[in-house]
């Protein structure tokens, strides 16, 4: 969230939509991204 300026629910809802790329799950409620993968999302829109 912090990166991208997007809320929670937003960025979640373009997971759903294959729009972003999908967290990795860590456990029940928990979950992260690759640093790497924003990186290359916020690129990708830069362009």
């Known amino acids: 969230m912090e990166r991208t300026t997007l809320s929670?629910?937003?960025i979640?809802?373009?997971v759903r939509r294959g729009e972003?790329?999908?967290p990795i799950s860590?456990?029940?409620k928990c979950s992260r991204?690759?640093?790497a993968d924003v990186?290359?999302?916020i690129r990708?829109?830069?362009s």
Do not use: I, M, T
């Open 8 to 10: 929670r629910s937003y």
């Open 12 to 14: 979640y809802a373009k």
């Open 20 to 22: 972003f790329p999908a």
């Open 26 to 28: 860590l456990g029940s």
């Open 33 to 35: 991204w690759h640093v």
């Open 39 to 41: 990186d290359a999302w």
């Open 44 to 46: 990708e829109r830069q």
